[in-house]
């Protein structure tokens, strides 16, 4: 499945290197519904791409030089086949890209990016608590993800933006590029109990 407008002439390896400078910021601009042909999910599924080649992991993430970088669906998988599209024949510092569907908090702890699923917004805190510590970049759907201490969240309205909690992110032990905070909206952990915007 091709996300751009029938009649572009360029493949998904161009589209997604593309994605973060230019093209990223113009889709998270534009109105989804103008371009029935650009669908929400791959959309998120180019932003997780690039998650993966915009930032940084600690060296002691990997135990071999050739591990895989691991991207995890936690969670009801509404990606369907666009993921592995995306990030098949694809390699990050060395490591080749795979997508695995898990189930258990306990199967996401050997994740590098980690997506949860709009399908666990009642366990969110307890998932984000369960890996706390880990050398993993969590990313989320569900309204106050990043506020809850999540590291990204995916904010869909007319379009999709990013909300970023960098001191989640420190505190995973990943750096996340400029490039993609310039593109967020940045915000801090509310303590349990605080009211969430």
């Known amino acids: ?12 390896k161009r589209w997604r290197l593309a994605c ?3 093209a990223v ?14 669908k929400e999910y791959d959309v998120k599924a180019a932003f997780l791409y690039n998650f993966a080649t915009f930032t940084e992991w600690p060296a002691k993430t990997f135990p071999a030089s ?10 009801d998988d509404p ?18 890209l795979v997508v695995q ?5 306990d199967e996401a702890r050997s994740c590098q990016i980690l997506f949860v699923s709009a399908s666990e917004s009642t366990r969110v805190g307890d998932i984000l608590h369960k ?24 904010v869909t309205g007319n379009n999709v933006r990013l909300v970023v909690n960098p001191q989640a992110a ?28």
């Open 131 to 154: 890996l706390r510590g880990y050398p993993i970049l969590t990313v989320g759907e569900t309204a106050g993800f990043a506020e809850r201490g999540g590291a990204i969240g995916f």
């Open 101 to 105: 569907r898990v189930r258990r908090v």
């Open 20 to 22: 973060l400078p230019l």
């Open 66 to 75: 050739d591990s895989p970088f691991v991207i995890g669906v936690l969670g």
């Open 170 to 197: 420190k505190e995973a032990g990943v750096v996340i590029s400029a490039k993609i905070l310039r593109l967020a909206q940045l915000v801090a952990t509310i303590p349990a109990g605080g009211a969430t915007p």
């Open 79 to 96: 990606f369907g086949p666009i993921l592995d599209q995306i990030v098949r024949g694809e390699k990050v510092g060395g490591h080749p």
């Open 25 to 38: 910021a113009l889709l998270a601009a534009a109105p989804l519904r103008a371009e029935p042909a650009l």
């Open 1 to 12: 499945m091709n996300p751009l407008p029938q009649g572009t002439k360029i493949g998904w």
